[in-house]
């Protein structure tokens, strides 16, 4: 009867470490789907490769533990319904500098937020970057990728390479 008892005292144990390492969010997620997506403004198209988070494990683990990003890559969040202006976005976790926009229904971008990497080990440390209107979707780039590149709030996000006219 000990042995039986000692072996499933094991087996839980066992189970709860692995449980405990899949939900670390210092651990990336492994890539996400891609999509072809282009940025639209006045003076043409910034084509990008998003990785698509559209549901709540995904988005809430996001780019957590990544070391880096590639020039035009990033990540898209997608929700089900509006988020609140009051909604915003941390970096627990988050090794690298970000920009993030946020996107009304047709994509239109209403706001761009710089985000800092948050090294505390305490998230309640790390702060919270508000939207400051309601959207439907955000999108995760390098810091300073839409300076870089002249998208600025009104400018507007495709999603697919159908969606995307060529310059």
Known sequence: MKRHIGTSLLALLLVSLVSACSADPSVPQPRL?????????????????????????QRQKGLMGRKSLGDREGMLFVYDRPRSPHHGFWMYKTLIALDIAYLGPAGEIGSIRKMAPCSSKNAGNCPSYPAGIAFTSAVEMNRDFFSTHGIAVGDRLAVGAANCPSD
Do not use: K, N, R, Y
């Open 33 to 57: 789907p891609l999509s072809e997506a282009c940025f639209i403004t006045q003076d043409g198209t910034v084509p990008v490769m998003l990785e698509v988070a559209d549901d709540f494990s």
